[in-house]
């Protein structure tokens, strides 16, 4: 079970690469940087925070397919890829369902949702082909013809559903998911919660509570007794294949004592 951290750089260089050391030094695996026009940059983001760590994992989170051309994408994955020695993870997706302003103000094409399937198809075949090593290709999916694609291509799905979603829904998502990319699939999700812990955005921009969190039986939501989440997690792996969880920045240190836990407990 991998543990990464969702994180948007910090005001000054000096503070966003002294949090990459303090995240590597916590054992999480990877750093993964939004890709936004309201964030910085992950491409440039991650380059610094590789200059400053040397077994952080660096993963755009996700790099928006029709936001760049697989040239211009190739380009900065070779970039980073030769910066890190080696640690780049290429997180990648159609694009959020409110970027087509974004791509408007860069120039570039939305297209229909079958047009944005096809632009990440051939971002992951080009830098497949064009990086070197090539990178870890995570793809966001949801829905079915994005899922089927992604089992087309991707080394892992991560699984794109809300902080509302059950464990039913995670569970049938895997399901879903599993009938067209197979039985060796494996699965990132996202975490929303440790215990009384929410990212302070879910506030901001009008998200679910932590009662509706519980009211609703978020599956993003964890327990705070770390040997508990140590268990869900645990299970979680072994019946679905998650393998793989994403932790909100301002989260790490509250789910510091988990990692700590999952790191002395042995996959079942």
């Known amino acids: ?27 999480f695996g990877s750093l993964l940087v939004p890709d936004t026009l309201w964030t910085t940059s992950p491409f440039p983001a991650l380059a610094a925070a590789a200059a400053t760590t040397t077994t952080l ?14 040239a211009a994408l190739t380009r900065e ?3 980073l890829q030769e910066l890190s020695d080696g640690r780049f993870e290429l997180g990648i997706g159609p694009g959020r369902p409110d970027a087509e302003e974004e791509a408007r103000r860069l120039g570039a094409s939305w297209g229909s949702a079958p047009d944005r399937i096809a632009a990440v198809e051939e971002s992951v075949a080009a830098v497949r ?6 990178p870890e290709v995570i793809v966001s999916a949801a829905g079915p013809r994005m899922t089927a694609a992604a089992g087309r291509m991707a080394d892992r799905i991560a699984l794109a559903l809300g902080p509302t979603a059950t464990e039913a829904d995670l569970t049938a998502t895997v399901a879903a998911a599993r009938e067209s990319c197979g039985p060796a699939m494996v699965f990132t999700h996202s975490l929303v919660g440790v215990g009384e812990a929410l990212p302070s955005w879910f506030a901001r921009t009008g ?3 932590l009662a509706e969190l519980r009211r609703l039986g978020s599956a993003g939501l964890l327990p705070a007794d770390p040997g508990r989440a140590v268990d869900l997690l645990r299970e979680r792996e072994e019946r679905l294949g998650i393998t793989e969880v994403t ?22």
């Open 1 to 27: 079970m991998r543990v990464v951290v969702v994180e948007a750089p910090a005001r000054s260089g000096a503070d966003w690469t002294a949090r990459a050391r303090h995240l590597e030094e916590w054992g």
């Open 207 to 209: 998200g679910p509570t």
């Open 77 to 79: 994955c070779t970039a």
């Open 129 to 134: 082909a064009g990086v070197d090593p090539a």
């Open 247 to 268: 932790v909100p920045g301002e989260l790490a240190e509250a789910f510091a004592p988990v990692l700590a836990r999952l790191r002395l407990s042995p996959a079942r």
């Open 57 to 70: 994992g660096l993963r755009t989170w996700v790099a928006a397919a029709p936001l760049r051309t697989p």
